[in-house]
C-alpha cells in the first residue's frame, strides 16, 4: 500500500503600508491575484494573510503584534509618503531592517533628484537591508510577474527554515 501525506500549505503574512485607500486595495489585489494558484518547486500551495495599514507607525505595529505572537512577516510593501510615519523611517527602524527573513519592497512616485531620493539611496545601500529591500519608482518595471516571483522566493525561504519534512504554518 503506498501512503500519502499530504503537505499543509505555506501561509505568508504580508504587511501593505499605504496611506491612500484605493492604492492599498489596488496592492492588495495584486497580491491576491499573484497567489492564484501560486505553488513552491516542490508543488506546496501558497497562501497568504494580507494586512492594510494606513501609515508606517500602523504598519509597524502590526508586524510587532504579528512577532509577539510568533507570525513572520514575510512581505511588507509600502509607499514612501505616508502621515504618522514614512516608509524611510519604517524601513529603518530596526525591527525590519535587521530581519532578513522579511523581503521590503517600496513603491513610491517620488522624484529621482529629491531629498526623498536620496534617502532611498541611502537604504539601498545599508548593508543590514542589502538582501532584502528593493525600491520601485513609478514606471521603473514593479511588474506583477515580479510580485509572483518574491512570493513564491519567500514560501521556498520559509521552506528551507522549517523543521524537515514539515512545512511551518503561522
Keep these: 500500500m503506498v ?38 518547486k516542490d508543488g506546496i500551495e501558497i497562501r497568504a494573510v494580507v494586512y492594510e495599514c494606513e501609515n508606517g507607525q500602523l504598519a509597524l505595529e502590526k508586524i510587532k503584534e504579528l512577532r509577539s505572537h510568533g507570525h513572520r512577516v514575510s512581505l511588507l510593501l509600502t509607499d514612501y509618503e505616508m502621515p504618522e510615519m514614512d516608509g524611510f523611517s519604517l524601513v529603518n ?39 532584502h529591500f528593493e525600491f520601485h519608482g513609478k514606471g521603473d518595471g514593479f511588474s506583477f510577474r515580479h510580485l509572483k516571483e518574491v ?20
Design 3 to 40: 501512503s500519502f501525506t499530504k503537505t499543509q500549505p505555506i501561509t505568508l503574512h504580508i504587511v501593505i503600508a499605504e496611506d491612500e485607500a484605493f492604492q492599498r486595495a489596488t496592492i492588495h489585489e495584486t497580491v491576491n491575484r499573484a497567489l492564484l494558484l501560486l505553488k513552491t
Design 93 to 131: 527602524n530596526t525591527a525590519i531592517k535587521h530581519d532578513k527573513n522579511c523581503q521590503v519592497i517600496m513603491i513610491s512616485a517620488i522624484p529621482n533628484e529629491s531629498a526623498e531620493h536620496n534617502k532611498v539611496a541611502q537604504l539601498e545601500n545599508d548593508e543590514a537591508l542589502a538582501s
Design 151 to 170: 512570493l513564491r522566493a519567500s514560501s521556498e525561504a520559509r521552506l528551507d527554515t522549517s523543521p524537515r519534512g514539515h512545512s511551518s504554518r503561522f
